[in-house]
């Protein structure tokens, strides 16, 4: 999904089971970006809570990548 929609970042399953997402984007694919994370109907996992900050500080990631 954030290949995509030209979103570059990290996604990195946290110990207690939740998981941490660093997404940059234009302002307007972000926010489809958070709407399609919150409704996808992944068999890995649900979305019950979703809780999001918007930052002027870049870390201008070159790509999308899962760790760990």
């Known amino acids: 999904m954030a290949l995509e929609l030209g979103v570059t970042g990290t996604v990195e399953n ?3 089971g939740s998981v941490s997402i ?5 302002q307007k694919i972000l926010y489809i970006f958070l709407n399609r994370v919150k409704s996808s109907p992944s068999p890995f ?3 019950t809570k979703m809780d999001y900050t918007f ?7 070159e790509k999308f990548t899962v760790i760990g």
């Open 22 to 26: 660093e997404a940059e984007a234009d």
């Open 14 to 16: 946290e110990v207690n």
């Open 55 to 61: 930052s002027d500080v870049l870390q201008h990631y």
């Open 45 to 47: 996992g649900k979305v």
